[in-house]
């Protein structure tokens, strides 16, 4: 009994660092790039959504730049307008995200003079 005991947690010993080894795989440098490119596309998307609906320069690059990735800003709108009993627990953090670049980039002294 004791003996396996010790092989085993020797096993786990040993092989454990190559096990965790395998489970993270770094980007190679096309999939890196890739991603790159379609988070750039995806923040030109958004800024040219929010320029034809809010049509304000500063404004819509804070949104660009500031509101969670993946979201284009009809996303972005519906997220940022939900009310808290309409957030799903798994939308919290999403929600609360939104809103904080919202309440960043709703700055009235730095967007309500003229460009």
Known sequence: MRYSVIVTTSCLLVAGPAFSQQEATP????EAQEIGQA???????????CMKA??????????????????????????ASSSNAAV???????????RTSRDKCVDW????SPQ
Do not use: N, W
């Open 109 to 112: 002294s730095t967007i309500s």
């Open 88 to 98: 799903l627990a798994d939308d919290k953090e999403l929600v609360d995200a939104t």
């Open 27 to 30: 980007l190679d440098e096309r």
């Open 54 to 79: 809010i049509g304000h320069e500063r404004f819509c690059s804070c949104i660009a730049d500031e509101s969670p990735s993946g979201m284009d800003f009809v996303d972005y709108v519906r997220m």
């Open 39 to 49: 988070e750039v596309k995806m923040r030109d998307t958004k800024m040219a959504q």
